[in-house]
């Protein structure tokens, strides 16, 4: 399975057209995300006190929801 950072790098854009992508373009220059986790609990809490970037956390719960649904149908 595929890390949660690696998934949400596919949203990278160089003019984000949502919250999405500018989530995507965020997390790839903070140097800390936890970029190997596949785990929501690990990645919520990091955000909730390093995601200053996230406008709210429902962009990483779309996000997270959005990610899990690939997963899904992989299996």
């Known amino acids: 399975m595929s890390s949660f950072y690696h998934y949400l ?3 990278r854009h160089p003019k984000p057209k949502d919250k999405i992508s500018k989530f995507a373009n965020d997390a790839y220059l903070d140097h800390s995300f936890p ?4 785990d929501y609990d ?16 429902s962009v990483f719960d779309e996000a997270w929801e959005k990610y899990v649904q690939l997963i899904e149908q992989k299996h």
């Open 9 to 11: 790098m596919t949203f």
């Open 35 to 38: 970029k190997n986790s596949t």
């Open 42 to 57: 690990e990645l919520s809490t990091y955000l909730e006190l390093n995601g200053s970037y996230l406008e709210n956390m």
